[in-house]
């Protein structure tokens, strides 16, 4: 059950009910970037109707438009013989009582791993609370947050004294956009995108989903704290234009009191900005409940595809070869792993897991096992003490349900017990994070991405960054050898940071026998998957991506293009002035290059006053490391002088 944080409201923090509009709410960001206001309308003598708006700078992202839930709770009212009065929709007769705005929070945190190591967490923060009259004593609370980053709002419902059990059926909440708004949208979490206007989304689409408006802003809706709710997606309004609504999976039966998730909407003048601006989903969780986090450690990991305790040994080897610190068991450890006849207890005959286990903490390589959903349902209350025991260090969770109230809860109740088991997490398939690694850092990433194994094009690639990767951490599984790729090396290499995940999934169809001695593999090697700062230096949806991430004193570049490539300029500005660096660049080299891999690679260096430009081939990228460089380096390397690599 979702931990309620009870903030008291003090008096003295009361402001005023503005002048004339006692039924509206005002809110503005710390620096003035949004602004949101909800209001209650009368729509008729005995409906009222709350609606909300939200502004950019000054500039209109999201209209005015409807806020709500829809309740039925006749089935527990008549067995409770209360005589209620019945109205069409629950919110019809809920009346604004007060808005109560509470104290400015300014403060900054640190998470145990992020895209960075320092958080700000600032924010203007209101409540409206509404009654109803009738002698029903329902209540509700909308809890609103300002931050520069976005706008936050959440359905509170107080404690009542009678109707403890609430049904939520609906969610009332639109979106309403200015004409010629484009979407990029996906009806689930791992579809090909379309690029729909509104009034064409037609079936439910996924959050987050990022909107282009017509005056050149951009806006991403999504939500956060989603832990005891269900999956809610959006979808265009039947009988309102450019206006999208809420879509709960299913309904959700609640204790009172209760908060919902947080719906958020973000707003920028770039695409880019939305993805800097993730954190306001992590403020919006609650602090880690993890007290020994010692052992959350994030890394690089590489599938065993042939299930043989060989086979695990040679993994294991070029792991600790490579820096790969954990190998992954996939399906097939034991058997029959998609049924419910499954023991997941029993390992298959051909694998000594123990020795394994033991093998892989020798050579510092960390293991990981598949279990099925049939295996967790059945028995993860034995499985997870047992893995432990083994020596295992974290599971995949795999065809995992998500989408009702009831798998929900179950799934992040499963990262509890992992935690308490102190069990590593990566959840595979449709969920995707509202940051809960927040709170339980244990669950390391997740997929709910189109990634590589379903060896998507190029394009798609361009387009994830500014869209799914918003949510946070995405397991997209970097097929490195794989003949079926569909984009160049080069664009794999910069895929590995640009899609960011604290587990990074790297060689997932390959064996050690493949790799040839292939120079730019020292690029997974080098490569951090957690970092202290994160930089979108430049992108769109569909055309291209070009991101900075620093790990201490040294910087990760990847650039990523679409199908038809382009021409990439790369301002190291971000660098540290008055500092050399060295520049380990890989790019795609074409038939000069010998290996079957065909990446470039190449050393230079460089400093924060230039700009350095890349021609990036059709479906392919460019990645680079730069680091502080020594004195030797300076007399063996060559400085960059304008060139296009």
Not at 184 to 192: D, F, I, L
Not at 270 to 284: A, F, M, V
């Amino acid at each position: 059950m979702k931990k309620i944080i009870l903030i008291a409201y003090a008096l003295t923090c009361t402001a005023s009910l503005y002048a004339g509009h006692s039924k509206e709410l005002k809110l503005t960001s710390p620096e003035g970037v949004h602004e949101v206001m909800f209001r209650q309308e009368k729509i008729s003598s005995s409906v009222n109707e709350i609606v909300y708006q939200v502004k950019y700078r000054g500039r209109e992202v999201i209209g005015s438009s409807r806020a709500g839930l829809q309740l039925d709770n006749r089935t527990w009212e008549l067995a409770l013989a209360r005589k209620i009065n019945q109205v069409k929709c629950w919110m019809d007769n809920l009346e604004v009582d007060s808005v109560i705005y509470q104290p400015a929070v300014n403060k900054s945190w640190h998470p145990l791993y992020g895209e960075r190591s320092t958080v700000r967490e600032a924010y203007n923060e209101a409540t409206m609370y509404l009654s109803k009259k009738d002698g029903s004593n329902y209540r509700l609370n909308i809890e609103v947050r300002a931050y520069d980053e976005g706008i936050a709002f959440r359905y509170f419902f107080p404690e009542h004294p009678q109707a403890i059990f609430h049904k939520v059926v609906g969610d009332l909440t639109e979106y309403t956009f200015s004409p010629g708004a484009m979407a990029w949208a996906e009806q689930w979490a791992q579809a090909p995108f379309e690029h729909l206007a509104i009034n064409d989304i037609k079936q439910p689409v996924e959050r987050a989903l990022t909107v282009e408006l017509s005056n050149g802003l951009w806006v991403a809706l999504t939500d956060a704290d989603v832990d005891d709710w269900c999956l809610t997606k959006l979808v265009a309004s039947p009988t309102k234009q450019n206006t999208l609504t809420s879509v709960m999976y299913s309904p959700v039966d609640i204790v009172t009191y209760y908060a919902t998730p947080w719906k958020v909407i973000m707003a920028a003048d770039k695409p880019g900005e939305l993805l800097e601006h993730n954190d306001i989903i992590q403020n919006l969780n609650p602090p880690c409940e993890i007290t020994d986090t010692d052992w959350i450690r994030p890394g690089k990991i590489m599938r065993e595809t042939t299930i043989t305790t060989e086979g695990a040994i040679a993994t294991i080897d070029f792991c600790a070869a490579h820096h790969i610190p954990y190998m992954l068991f996939d399906w097939q450890w034991y058997m029959p792993c998609t049924s419910h006849d499954g023991d997941a207890t029993k390992v298959v005959s051909k694998l000594d897991m123990l020795r394994v286990i033991a093998y892989g903490k020798e050579k510092g390589v960390g293991v990981w096992v598949y279990v099925n959903q049939h295996a967790l349902m059945k028995q993860m209350h034995e499985l997870f003490p047992l893995l432990h025991k083994w020596g295992v260090v974290g599971v995949k969770s795999g065809f995992v349900q998500y989408a009702s109230h009831r798998w929900a809860t179950w799934l992040h109740d499963m990262v509890r017990l992992a935690a308490e088991n102190k069990l590593l997490i990566n959840i595979h398939d449709e969920f995707r994070p509202s940051g809960f690694s927040r709170t339980y850092p244990n669950l390391l990433t997740q997929e709910g991405i189109r990634g590589n194994e379903e060896f998507p094009d190029a394009t798609h690639n361009t387009i994830l960054p500014f869209t799914r990767m918003i949510n946070g951490a995405a397991d997209y599984t970097i097929c490195y050898f794989d003949k079926r790729l569909k984009n160049t090396h080069a664009h794999q290499l910069a895929a590995s940071l640009i899609f960011y995940s604290p587990l990074q999934t790297i060689f997932w169809y390959d064996r050690p026998s493949f790799y040839q001695g292939e120079p730019e593999i020292e690029w997974f090697e080098n490569l951090q998957t957690v970092f202290d700062d994160t930089k979108v230096l430049e992108g769109a949806p569909g055309k291209h991506i070009t991101m900075a991430r620093r790990k201490g004193n040294e910087w990760f570049v990847g650039a990523l293009t679409n199908n038809e490539g382009s021409a990439q300029s790369v301002n190291l500005s971000f660098l540290d002035k008055g500092k050399t660096y060295l520049a380990r660049i890989y790019t795609d080299g074409g038939d000069k290059i010998k290996t079957r891999t065909q990446v470039k690679c190449t050393r230079l260096l460089v400093d924060s006053s230039q700009i350095m430009q890349f021609a990036l081939k059709p479906g392919g990228g460019a990645a680079m490391q730069l680091v502080p460089v020594t004195d030797q380096e300076i007399k063996e390397y060559k400085k960059y002088k304008g060139q296009v690599l």
